[in-house]
């Protein structure tokens, strides 16, 4: 069985998040910054969904629409057959319990005046979880659980490493029992070593709790080793959603190759395989038309100027949104790069 015969979870539609921007004297709307721009997606019980792209390609705030931290501008966001866009704040503060998000900063997201008990403490009673009179207990079981020790739960956060900070985010998050976790450049201020330990620790939680995780990261080797599938963003768009072996062996969207291209630890045939992307990302206020991706797209021709391209099933679990892929899968390596 793969990940994708299992029960969907979460439902994305056609989400668009834009944030107003301000002008004139009157500060009234004149521009609109298109972060998030409909986008759709499903995501199963139990797997591993990455979100990669480089800054600005609206995959954070992906992860903030799910937990509804931003209002949306558009789409629905299903979880378990509900839509969460049509909650209230209460019933939305409920379903947190279910959803949580662990950032990239922990030293930013604990309070630097409260113990480890009182932040896991007040998580559990904010959500109603638990027997109070068994607090104590509980929260040293959980964080024996992420490795760290119980008599650590009386120490402030800047008593920690960056590392342990991180565990204890995440022993916060799982204190409420969710089932769908946004990892949010979870262990991208790690060191090397660090990340491995605390992407293991991730994974072997899934195992142990039944876990589905959104995975967010702008580093495609650490996604490597945890996606099931993962999705390609750029400029608030899906570029190409993939199976994991499929997109790392033989990626379906040019913009999905540059990107594995500077890994420099794949296995890519060096001369032919190599694509540099030249330039910025443009400006998601005013994205290129057509093709956003054609302003430096190696293989860019006219049509891509003037027209949206399609998604493309081109594999069992993978399709990708380039007009290149019309009449079928491309071998990107044998192909000219003008750059
Ligand atoms: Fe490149 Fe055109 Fe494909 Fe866009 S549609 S990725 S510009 S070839």
Not at 263 to 286: C, F, Q, W, Y
């Amino acid at each position: 069985m793969t990940m994708t015969d299992g029960k969907v979870l979460l439902e994305v539609n056609n989400l668009k998040q834009y944030f107003p921007i301000k002008g004139g004297v009157l500060g009234r709307t004149v521009n609109q910054v298109k972060a998030v721009d409909d986008i759709s997606f499903v995501i199963h019980e139990g797997e591993t969904l990455s979100i990669v792209g480089e800054s600005g390609c609206g995959k954070s705030t992906t992860g903030r629409s799910i937990m509804r931290l931003e209002k949306p501008t558009g789409g629905q966001i299903i979880y378990n057959g509900e839509d969460l866009f049509a909650l209230s704040k209460k019933e939305m503060r409920r379903r947190r319990g279910d959803i949580q998000i662990i950032f990239q900063d922990p030293y930013a997201s604990l309070n630097p005046r409260r113990t480890v008990f009182q932040t896991i403490d007040e998580a559990m009673t904010i959500q109603k979880v638990g027997d109070k009179s068994n607090r104590r207990q509980d929260i040293g079981e959980l964080l024996k659980t992420v490795g760290i020790g119980e008599h650590q739960m009386n120490l402030y956060p800047h008593q920690f490493s960056g590392g342990q900070r991180q565990r204890i985010g995440i022993a916060r998050a799982l204190s409420v029992r969710p089932k769908l976790i946004i990892c949010d450049e979870a262990v991208s201020a790690l060191d090397v070593s660090i990340q491995a330990q605390v992407l293991n620790l991730l994974k072997d939680l899934q195992r142990r709790f039944k876990l589905t995780y959104i995975f967010i990261s702008h580093d495609l080797g650490v996604v490597r080793h945890i996606s099931d599938r993962i999705i390609v963003m750029y400029l608030g768009k899906i570029m190409e959603i993939s199976d994991q072996k499929s997109l790392f062996n033989n990626p379906g969207h040019p913009y999905t190759y540059a990107l594995l291209s500077s890994i420099p630890s794949t296995k890519m045939d060096e001369k032919k395989a190599r694509v540099i992307l030249h330039g910025d990302v443009p400006s998601p206020v005013n994205p290129p038309t057509g093709c956003p991706f054609h302003t430096r797209c190696p293989y860019v021709f006219d049509q891509c100027v003037s027209e949206k391209p399609v998604f493309y099933q081109i594999g069992e679990n993978q399709s990708a949104a380039c007009h290149l892929l019309k009449n079928g899968k491309v071998e990107f390596k044998n192909m000219k790069s003008p750059g």
